[in-house]
């Protein structure tokens, strides 16, 4: 763990309560797999390296064990949870349930500065391409979460935070793992949602975002990489 990007933190964020930003860093520490799946979080040690007192990690670990990110049983140190297929199985289940109902309540309520912000979300990729994974794989999940706003239904935005760091923990994981032959993300791939919701046709927006959940879904049953170990 890097104590000068915990301090950079502190100093871009001065007004905000240390548990607060010790649980950011943590929780980006994890879903980046910069602390991999099965790692032992250790209080005490965590709290020296990164030269702060316990009871802000303590705070931090336990908002990471609601966020399902961190398991911690009475008695043992937070250990993180590991990474596998079922489990991201269970996560497209509530995507499509998600994102299909907030894709077709977009296509008839999206404004033309949301489009305009999914169009430069897409521009953006064709920057990048496969040459930045990992800032693809950002730009995947701004790409999304702009779909949820457009809907503009809290509940929906509330269910679908519950399940985003999963996510995109996830799309690191993609990025990080898989080869180019069995994965390349590419802008196309989202042109098709953009321009449903561009012509508010909801059941073709429906159907793009459900064909869009379940690539990635085979994309993580073929990898044949055990990132636990």
Avoid at 36 to 62: C, D, H, M, Y
Avoid at 187 to 203: C, Q, R, T, V
């Amino acid at each position: 763990m890097d104590r000068q990007l915990l301090n950079q933190k502190i100093e871009e964020n001065p007004f905000e309560p240390l548990w607060k930003i010790v649980y950011e860093f943590l929780k980006e520490e994890i879903i980046s797999l910069s602390v991999k799946p099965g790692s032992v979080l250790n209080e005490k040690q965590i709290s020296e390296t990164l030269e702060i007192s316990r009871s802000p990690v303590t705070t931090a670990i336990n908002l990471l064990v609601e966020d399902t990110l961190v398991i911690k049983k009475p008695g043992q140190s937070a250990v993180v949870t590991e990474i596998n297929y079922q489990n991201y199985k269970k996560i497209m289940e509530a995507r499509i349930a998600v994102e299909t109902k907030a894709v077709g309540l977009a296509t008839k309520i999206i404004t033309k500065d949301q489009l305009a912000q999914l169009r430069n979300t897409l521009i953006e990729f064709e920057k990048y391409g496969n040459e930045n994974k990992l800032e693809s794989s950002l730009l995947d999940d701004k790409f999304h979460k702009i779909i949820i706003k457009s809907a503009n239904n809290i509940y929906i935005t509330k269910m679908y935070e519950t399940i985003q760091p999963w996510l995109l923990r996830y799309r690191y994981y993609v990025a990080h793992y898989t080869p180019e032959n069995i994965y390349s993300k590419n802008p196309s791939f989202h042109i098709a949602i953009y321009n449903a919701l561009k012509l508010h046709l909801s059941e073709v927006a429906v159907s793009e975002i459900i064909a869009d959940i379940e690539r990635m879904e085979k994309v993580i049953l073929k990898l044949n990489i055990d990132i636990n170990k």
